[in-house]
C-alpha cells in the first residue's frame, strides 16, 4: 500500500509535466468546513488530492492530444475529456486501493455539486478561497456558509449563495468594516493562486478511500490578496464580470494563458469544436 508521502509524489512526477498539480488533504479537513449536506462520507482520516491545471497545461496536455480527442468523436467536453484521460492513466495501478474521482462539473441528482472544489483547494493549501467574509475580518477561517460554492476558473460557475454581515476593525485599526455590497447582494468567493492568480482553473478531487494517514501536515494557503481594498476590486471584478479576465491579475503572477488559450475560453461551448478543427489544421500545414 502505497503512503501519502509516496502517492503525492507518483502523482506530481506524473501530472506537473503536464502543466497539472495536486495536493493532499484529509477528508475531515474538508468536512470540519463545509454544511452537513455537502461533507464526503469517509473516515476523518483518509486522504484525497485536488487536481489544478495552471496556464501550461493547455499547451503541455491539451494541444498535443487535440487531432485525437476529435477522432473520437465524444460529446464529453474535450477539457475535461483530456484532464480524465490523464487522472486515470495517473492513478491506473497504483496500490492504494478504491479511488473516487469527482470532477468539478459533476452534480448529484438534488443538484448540489459532488464535492465544493473550492473548498477543498482551500483546505489542501493550494490556494487561498477569498470571501467577502474576508473583506470585515482581518484573518477568519472558511465560513460554513460560504464555503458552497463551486468554481473553475476556465470559465465555469455553479455556485450557491454566502452571507455575513459582521463589523469589526479595519486593518488600520481605526475604523469600523461595513459589508461594501450590502445584505441583499449575493457575493460570490473566488480562489487566487500564490503564483498564477487566477489563471488556473480546479478540476478535480480524488479520494483515496482506503488511505488513511492521520499525521499528514497541513499546508495552509497562501494569503496574497492581502488589503482590504485588493479583496473588495477582487470580489466586485469577479462578481461583476468574470469573462473579462480582470480579476485574474489581482496579484503579479508568474504566467497567463496563452492568447490562443484565452480565445479558447472565450469561445461559446458551441463553437469550440470548429476551433479546435482549425487548431488541428494549422498544426498540420
Known sequence: METSGTLLKHLNDKLNPLGMEVYLFKVSWYNETVLPCFKLPYADNVICAVVLTVPAFFESAFLPNVGKLLEQKQTKDPIDQCIAFHLNETVSGLNV???????????????????????????????????????????????????????????????NKGHCSHNCNAEDGTSSLIDPWGEKRKIYGVCIHPKYGGWFAIRAVLVFTELEDANLTKLEPTDCVKTRTERIDLLDKFNGNWKDSTYRNV?????????????????????RMQLLKQIVKNQTV
Open 97 to 159: 486501493g478504491d479511488i473516487n474521482i469527482m470532477y468539478d462539473y459533476e452534480i448529484l441528482p438534488n443538484r448540489r455539486p459532488k464535492v465544493l472544489v473550492q473548498t477543498a483547494a482551500h483546505v489542501a493549501g493550494a490556494a487561498f478561497y477569498y470571501q467577502r467574509e474576508h473583506l470585515l475580518k482581518p484573518s477568519v477561517k472558511l465560513n460554513k456558509l460560504e464555503s458552497s460554492s463551486h468554481y473553475d476558473a476556465a470559465g465555469d460557475h455553479n455556485q
Open 251 to 271: 496579484i503579479q503572477v508568474k504566467e497567463k494563458y496563452s492568447e490562443l488559450q484565452t480565445q479558447y475560453f472565450l469561445t461559446l461551448p458551441k463553437d
